[in-house]
């Protein structure tokens, strides 16, 4: 019923051939022809599929992994031996592994397609980067005075590709310690966990206090949308101060809840050219 646009049937039969490719038919063959009335009023696209055989995943086969255990990269693939072939997983594998931090690069080859075999092994091969990172910073505002801030973070704990970071902040007017866990693919899954627990001195012109808290937060990104939920717990004690008002002098504890959500239409993931990144 739509009006015939010859320009998007190249673009339908290409996403006819990946529909085929994601449901384990990678050497499907698709012919596709045109036929228009005699009144030149109506035209009818015909398909010709030859599925040709399915694709099964033979063995996964790991190179460079030198620190991180087996285990940690098979959780990261979303392509496991047995299943059928799919060129999105395929490429989601990638994404999932370069997202965990461990690793400097990351390729994920089949073997056996060119020859058109039905089961098909996935050579992975991870090149992986100096877990261990520190970063120093020293800073001066007319409100915090002086301040540095020491953070070390190791981006492959026990070879499980999680990452785990300690923050020390010192100061005139602040102090913080800060201790945090960071999980890409909470057990398998594509969402992102995140733990922390803090100890926060502060002192301000009405009061000095020490703060304890923690809290963990999930992040799941669908395509260039993602969406976060974080919870946190901390518990104030006043040390001294002087108000009008000595309610507002109180110890308290605070629960606090916070959602986001971002958009990211950056051409790039490493190096982006164009594109926006908007939170909410």
């Known amino acids: ?21 994601d449901h384990g038919y990678p050497y499907a ?6 036929e228009v009335s005699e009144d030149k ?40 031996k047995g299943e059928s072939f799919s060129y999105n997983k395929l490429v989601e594998s990638r994404l999932s592994l370069r997202r965990t931090g461990a690793f400097s690069a990351v390729d994920i080859e089949p ?24 970063d ?8 915090a005075n002086l301040s540095g801030v020491l953070r070390f973070t190791n981006y492959n704990s026990f070879g499980w590709a999680k990452q785990t970071h300690l923050l020390l902040r010192a100061g005139l007017e602040e102090a913080r310690g800060e201790l945090g866990w960071l999980d890409p693919r909470f057990i398998g899954s594509p969402w992102q966990l995140s733990i922390s627990g803090w100890t926060n ?8 206090s020490l703060q304890h808290g923690g809290g963990f937060s999930l992040f799941r990104q669908f395509s260039r949308i993602g969406f976060l939920n974080r919870y946190e717990l901390a518990r104030t004690y006043i040390l001294s101060g002087s108000t009008t008002d000595p309610s507002a002098l109180r110890d308290n504890t605070l629960s606090k809840v ?20 908007t939170l909410l």
């Open 201 to 208: 001195y502060d002192r301000e012109p009405i009061q000095t």
């Open 41 to 80: 009023k109506h035209a009818t696209v015909h398909y010709e599929v030859k599925p040709g055989s399915k694709v099964f995943i033979g063995e996964v086969l790991k190179v460079g992994d030198v620190l991180t255990s087996v285990k940690a990269i098979d959780q990261a693939i979303g392509l496991h």
């Open 1 to 21: 019923g739509k009006a015939l646009d010859v320009t998007v049937l190249e673009k339908e039969k290409e996403n006819l051939l990946i529909y085929y490719t």
């Open 136 to 143: 120093l910073d020293g800073r001066y505002s007319t409100d």
């Open 111 to 134: 073997i056996g397609l060119q020859e058109q075999e039905s089961v098909v092994h996935l050579r992975t091969k991870v090149e992986e980067r100096n877990p261990f990172v520190l």
């Open 29 to 34: 063959e698709i012919r596709q022809d045109i």
């Open 258 to 277: 916070i959602t986001s959500g971002s958009y990211d239409s950056r051409d790039h993931y490493g190096d982006p050219r164009k594109g926006i990144f």
